[in-house]
């Protein structure tokens, strides 16, 4: 019997690793991302609302340069060429949405709105991330007392009516687009900082974050290697609500006023300013508010199979 | 056990509104601009205004005033329509909001809960997809949107589409019970589609649970399982949603007050953020918040009451 603890390096051979032994079969390795699509392929409802929302994104990228109007010429003739200082809203082949009352173009107008409204939407979304992930990893990796405080913080955050802070940051802010958005940020990244401490805490005690550890990885590291990549599908998923309702939101701030400053439109400051044409002018409000629906039941259908899709043991 | 629980969170509650409080009166420091700044005012006549007001102590002594004022319920005086103080507008205008909120709520919390239910037992079939496609469609539909769709359709020019002379409701008007139909049914809709959506869940989860299958397997008749067993565990959010539900419903809705041009408490505050009428907007806001932090509080208690597993835990966290 051999006794000898190193075993010689002779009675080693090397071989190809991609050779198949009897009785072994072939497995592709799936990653993470290409199982997720694949279950989301399945949901047809998600599928549908993604094309949607890529139809809606481009063509508030492209339809803007699709007639010679642009958003702010004003018109000051009536239909009849006579000159007229109150432009009534018409529906002409010329303007394929439309004018306003002081002659824009609707088309364009409609278009240029969606894209501010998404542009919104995804910045106040991504600004909750970045925030919610980095309050949310600290809470829940420190725990103890810092979670304990940390945690009592957002919970008097969250008792105070959303709606009312933004309005009154929107107040001290002045109104603009970039107030709009540092007031939905604030508000919004609370909810995500909760599931981002969840999950922390239902990570921590796994074996992968315990051998990390044990081969004495630093706290910066493992948040950002170990932990933050582990926790990409809930925090997708949360993405998918929170950027309808900053759509949401900044349409409710154009309606009492706070909205985007006055030449430029929203779908929302379009809706708000359709108000007073609408028993005879429907149009101003149909087609905006049929863009806003859109975007918003295409997030939330798609945030629904994604989640589905993330986590099939969650699938009711 | 249950005494500790509430005392804690009574004291949460208090700390939440000295904060809220303490918040308030920062931000309102920091609004551009104070409301006597205009040049053509002689220097005299603003330093009475700013005495007045009290704008001429310290910040700590203003803060301090403010505080004790707002925990008496006393939330300020405007400053663009003299000695109109906000206790008094919300005393005048809380009846039209609650009575649309009141409205509201009893159409949308029993229908929503009758057709969640529906949804949840035809699981799969065609009612059920199509109370999903509603809650679903009807929470992206702004209520916004709803009410001025509801203002073109009934309030139209056209008539009802040319079926009667005049538009069978009108689009702005207060007084009357008939007014209160269009800016109730917008209101309501939202609602309607959210109990639907959250009935329809509690009752699939109720639906799969153990008990449920041992109350069946006891043999007991199918009414007796689904009226003591599920519906009684299905309700339980729903209950407990109520107080902030009612909140919502006294202090009314922003937009749709605005729209319909009712005089509530929501258009009021839509009113003052256009003025800048900064001492209103921090006073009703202050009132909102307060009001919503008890609720908050209630909706606890009410858990706690109602599901004993909250109490021993601790905490709905």
């Not at chain 1, 009536?78 to 009534?88: P, R, W």
């Not at chain 1, 501010?116 to 991330?129: E, F, K, P, Y």
């Not at chain 2, 609650?98 to 229908?111: D, E, K, N, Y």
């Not at chain 2, 597993?309 to 601790?314: D, F, P, S």
Request: aromatic share 12%.
């Amino acid at each position: 019997m051999n006794t000898n603890p190193t075993i010689s390096k002779d009675r080693f051979e090397k071989i190809d690793k991609n050779v198949l032994f009897e009785g072994e079969k072939d497995y592709k390795s799936v990653s993470f991302s290409q199982d997720v699509w694949r279950r989301l392929k399945q949901h047809k409802p998600a599928m549908i609302s993604i094309f949607i929302l890529i139809f809606i994104v481009l063509m508030s990228l492209f339809a803007p340069l699709m007639n010679e109007h642009d958003a702010m010429t004003q018109i000051y003739t009536n239909s009849e060429g006579e000159s007229n200082l109150k432009h009534t809203p018409t529906l002409t082949d010329n303007n394929w949405f439309g004018t306003d009352e002081f002659g824009r173009d609707m088309w364009t107008r409609t278009w240029e709105g969606a894209r501010v409204s998404l542009l919104i939407g995804v910045i106040a979304a991504s600004l909750d991330v970045v925030f919610g992930i980095v309050y949310g990893v600290i809470a829940g990796y420190f725990g103890g007392r810092a979670d304990f405080l940390m945690m009592r913080f957002i919970e008097i955050i969250v008792s105070i009516p959303n709606i009312i802070i933004v309005v009154l940051l929107i107040l001290v802010l002045e109104p603009g687009i970039t107030a709009i958005i540092i007031a939905i940020a604030l508000t919004g990244w609370v909810g995500m900082a909760r599931l981002v401490r969840g999950q922390v805490f239902s990570l921590k005690n796994r074996e992968f974050i315990l051998a990390a550890r044990s081969l004495g990885t630093k706290p910066a590291k493992m948040m950002s290697m170990h932990l933050i990549p582990n926790m990409v599908g809930p925090v997708l998923v949360n993405i998918s609500f929170t950027i309808p309702f900053a759509i949401f939101t900044e349409a409710f701030l154009s309606f009492i006023g706070l909205g985007v400053p006055v030449p430029y439109a929203s779908l929302g400051s379009l809706i708000s300013d359709s108000r007073n044409f609408v028993t005879t002018y429907p149009f101003l409000l149909l087609i905006p508010a049929t863009i806003l629906t859109l975007i918003v039941t295409s997030f939330s259908i798609f945030g629904d199979g994604l989640r589905d899709a993330v986590d099939p043991k969650l699938r009711k | 056990m249950m005494g500790k629980y509430l005392l804690h969170r009574f004291i949460f509650m208090l700390v939440t509104i000295w904060v809220v409080i303490t918040l308030t009166f920062f931000l309102m420091k920091l609004m551009p601009g104070s409301p006597f700044n205009e040049d053509k005012l002689p220097e005299s006549v603003r330093e009475v205004m700013l005495e007045k007001y009290g704008l001429d102590k310290s910040i700590p002594e203003q803060y301090f005033q403010y505080l004790t004022n707002a925990i008496q319920g006393d939330f300020g005086t405007s400053y663009i329509t003299k000695g109109r103080e906000v206790t008094t507008i919300i005393f005048e205008r809380i009846g039209p909001s609650a009575t649309l909120g009141l409205q509201a709520a009893a159409i949308s919390i029993p229908f929503g809960v009758l057709l969640g239910m529906a949804a949840a037992l035809r699981r799969g079939k065609m009612l059920d997809y199509m109370s999903v496609g509603f809650a679903v469609i009807g929470f992206a539909i702004p209520n916004f949107v709803v009410a001025v769709l509801l203002q073109y359709i009934f309030g139209g020019n056209h008539a009802l589409f040319g079926l009667l002379d005049k538009p069978p409701l009108p689009v702005a008007l207060w007084g009357e019970f008939k007014h209160t139909i269009l800016p109730t049914l917008s209101l309501a809709f939202g609602g309607f589609a959210y109990y639907t959506r959250m009935m329809r869940s509690e009752m699939l989860e109720v639906l799969g649970q153990d008990y449920i299958k041992t109350a069946k397997s006891k043999g007991l008749s199918k009414r007796v399982v689904l009226f003591r067993h599920c519906l009684r565990n299905a309700l339980i959010p729903i209950a407990t949603s109520l107080p902030v539900f009612i909140l919502f419903a006294l202090t009314g809705s922003l937009v749709i007050e605005t729209i319909f041009g009712i005089p509530g408490i929501g258009n009021e505050l839509v009113d003052s953020v256009r003025d800048r009428d900064y001492s209103v907007t921090m006073g009703l806001t202050l009132f909102y918040s307060m009001l919503y932090i008890v609720a908050l509080f209630l909706v606890d208690i009410l858990y706690s009451l109602i599901d004993p597993r909250i109490r021993v835990l601790g905490g709905s966290d």
